[in-house]
């Protein structure tokens, strides 16, 4: 890949080299980093199934909870933009600045996050509902608020800038209306230079809505820092309910498109075909550019006070995200891969299963999406159903094929039989044994987020039980995972990283 | 309803499931699919996808939770979550005294068959007011905000002690958090109540 980088005139081999390095971290950090908050997430279900750990405070329950939040969701972003930036650099000049800026934004955010949660006990949830981070009720203090929020600034910040400057990379090469791919409605696909690949496409339709969600999310750190400081202002309950989840929205989508801008464009080396550019990927991705702005509403269902018009088109919305997804990426997905010679491998497999993965935790999703369903389902564990479904087995399943196939690129040792038939199960039956738990226990009105089920609802300590030995097999795959990788990643290291 | 959506979820998914094996084992057999079957089959895709959302969501927008006040209730219930307690009262509660107080009450009693609305509001933090069945199964839910009121309609037929628990994250007191009522049969009760003004008993 990196002679045809550098053939293409793209990149020089220094470029290269640079870029190769940065990715190269950023894939060994979330590998270490995916088995840490695995960990983590094994620790808040064990305490749930009172198994383990359970005579503990429930204080720290709810800080491991936050941090293992923000940790999952900061860890796939991160990685999803790293691994965008690598493959976009066939096309355009990624900004390495910013890759290394972001590692070292995370590191520092990261480490405060650690302090702040399990020392000091910041346990307000990764999303911070307004008002909970100011109303302690003294279990954590003003200082870990204020670093909670230092933590959130620097990555929204690093975020922010590597959005941005992908942008402008991109932007640099193709003009706005050539990146969206907008030639091929109007039939002109053949004229005015070459065609955009999709993954520039995809990559601008998830980073223009990320940095919509991350200024959004500096709106929201401006309003706590306002409050803190001047007396007698309390911000809008509503208001910062919107804000918050626009953020968490965007950022959910801006990875999980990533990832799937990855698929299109490593999966059709496996199969032996093509995924080229035509209108009706032009169409799906324009429309799931406007959809996605509008698809954080259907978080606001149970807030009555929200105008029933914006409830509606939270559904409507929701509703019709599916269908660009699920009748061009994931049918063509589908049809790329068909009667192919396909050359399976551990990273073709997890990515074609990550595809699986996103279709299943989306029709999780427009379930939970309709309003009167909603109303029985909201905040029980349906809810980390649907979302674990579309991270765990979605688009992690599709960045840990990237890893491995950067893994046998960069070292030139090949894939291994034994590493398909043993990984690859365990990953699956693991990870689908642990979601369905999650949604038969949502369906059975156990809700999140509890570190203790009422002796009302004690049918979840047994779901709670059910799902730690399903994340035991899981985190087993991820420990044989980054073992198999890993090797290729030592070689490398050993090789003197001649990048 | 929320098993109907487990099983339809797990019908759909099956589904997925078979189609992504089906063309994962093409492979064994390398073939070229034939365009125009890929295009009719895309085609009767997306006409059976849009149908279905179309008709889930014809099904589904006449029955919206929000309150339309066609019809009075016959049973006001005020509701306030404060860390880690629902006052509930069927005055309404606008102190933390009056809060305080609701929450040492005995729990209300509401006849079988009533219309309840709950006015649902918070003192400090967003709460999840969630109303579960003696079973155990969520009937209805609504957010409890700071500086709003929000209304929940729900209907009880079946007599038991019914339970309230939060239902969004609210600090470290978050799964302790809990209000109860009682429904009992109309012939139970040991005076007729006037919608509104039941006074909780203690």
Same mark, same amino acid.
């Given at each position: ?499 | 309803?929320?098993? *109907?959506?487990? =099983? +339809?979820?797990?019908? #759909?998914?099956?589904?997925? &499931? $078979?189609?992504?094996?089906? !063309? ?17 089959? *895309?085609?009767? =895709? +997306?006409?059976?996808? #849009?149908?279905?959302?179309? &008709? $889930?969501?014809?099904?589904? !927008? ?141």
């Amino acid at each position: 890949m990196g002679s045809a980088m550098a053939d293409a005139g793209v990149q020089t081999s220094g470029d290269v080299r640079r870029l190769r390095r940065v990715t190269f971290v950023w894939m060994a950090l979330a590998g270490l980093l995916f088995l840490a908050f695995a960990l983590d997430g094994e620790f808040l279900r064990l305490y749930q199934s009172r198994l383990l750990f359970f005579t503990m405070r429930p204080e720290l329950f709810y800080a491991v909870l936050t941090l293992h939040g923000v940790g999952m969701v900061g860890l796939w972003l991160d990685t999803a933009l790293a691994a965008a930036s690598y493959l976009l650099a066939r096309y355009i000049r990624p900004p390495v600045w910013a890759s290394w800026l972001a590692l070292a934004g995370t590191l520092v955010a990261l480490a405060l996050l650690v302090v702040t949660t399990t020392e000091w006990l910041f346990g307000a949830g990764w999303y911070f509902l307004y008002p909970l981070p100011f109303e302690s009720q003294g279990t954590w203090s003003a200082a870990a608020t204020a670093a909670f929020f230092v933590a959130m600034a620097i990555l929204c910040g690093v975020w922010l800038l590597w959005s941005l400057a992908t942008i402008a990379a991109i932007l640099k090469r193709y003009p706005l209306r050539v990146a969206l791919g907008w030639r091929h409605l109007s039939g002109r696909a053949g004229s005015q230079g070459p065609d955009v690949p999709p993954l520039v496409l995809i990559a601008l339709v998830a980073l223009i809505p990320a940095v919509a969600g991350f200024v959004d999310a500096f709106a929201v750190f401006a309003f706590y820092v306002i409050q803190w400081r001047v007396k007698d202002f309390v911000a809008n309950a509503l208001l910062m309910k919107n804000l918050t989840f626009f953020f968490i929205q965007m950022t959910a989508y801006a990875t999980m498109y990533l990832g799937v801008g990855i698929v299109y464009e490593l999966l059709p080396a496996f199969a032996g075909r093509p995924w080229k550019m035509n209108r009706l990927i032009v169409l799906a991705w324009n429309a799931a550019l406007v959809l996605v702005l509008f698809s954080y509403l259907n978080h606001l269902y149970m807030d009555y006070a929200q105008p029933q018009a914006l409830q509606v088109t939270g559904q409507v919305v929701s509703y019709f995200s599916a269908v660009p997804a699920a009748v061009v990426s994931i049918f063509d997905g589908l049809l790329l891969v068909y009667g192919a010679r396909m050359r399976w491998t551990v990273a073709s497999a997890l990515m074609f299963l990550g595809l699986m993965g996103w279709a299943i935790g989306g029709v999780g999703a427009v379930i939970d999406s309709t309003i009167s369903v909603n109303s029985v389902l909201h905040n029980t564990l349906w809810v980390p159903a649907h979302f674990h479904t579309y991270y765990v087995m979605g688009v992690v399943l599709m960045l840990l094929g990237f890893a491995s196939h950067l893994g046998v690129e960069l070292s030139g040792i090949p894939d291994s039989r034994l590493a398909r038939f043993l990984i690859v199960p365990l990953l699956l039956v693991g990870g689908y044994g642990f979601v369905l738990t999650l949604f038969w226990a949502g369906a059975h009105s156990i809700p999140r987020r509890y570190a203790v089920y009422p002796d009302e609802l004690r049918w979840g300590i047994g779901y709670a039980r059910t799902g730690v030995a399903f994340i035991a097999v899981l985190i087993l795959g991820v420990l044989l995972f980054l073992l198999d990788t890993g090797r290729r990643y030592v070689a490398v290291i050993g090789d003197g990283l001649r990048l | 309803m929320q098993i *109907r959506a487990f =099983f +339809l979820f797990a019908a #759909i998914s099956t589904v997925v &499931v $078979a189609v992504f094996v089906w !063309v994962a084992l093409s492979t064994r057999r390398p073939h070229e699919p034939d365009a125009a079957a890929v295009n009719r089959l *895309r085609g009767w =895709f +997306l006409g059976t996808l #849009i149908a279905g959302l179309l &008709v $889930a969501l014809v099904l589904t !927008v006449g029955r919206l939770p929000y309150p339309r006040h066609t019809q009075p209730a016959n049973l006001i219930i005020y509701a306030v979550g404060m860390q880690y307690s629902w006052g509930l009262s069927t005055r309404p509660i606008r102190t933390q005294d009056d809060w305080q107080n609701s929450t040492y009450a005995n729990p209300i009693e509401v006849p079988s068959g009533s219309l309840v609305e709950f006015r649902v509001t918070s003192f400090d933090v967003n709460h999840g007011f969630g109303v579960f069945s003696p079973s155990g199964r969520l009937l209805g839910e609504v957010q409890a905000m700071p500086g709003y009121v929000n209304r929940l309609r729900l209907r009880f037929t079946t007599p038991g002690t019914y339970w309230v628990f939060c239902l969004e994250l609210c600090g470290m007191g978050h799964h302790l958090m809990r209000g109860e009522f009682n429904v009992v049969p109309k012939v139970a009760q040991h005076s007729r109540p006037r919608p509104g003004f039941h006074a909780a008993r203690g």
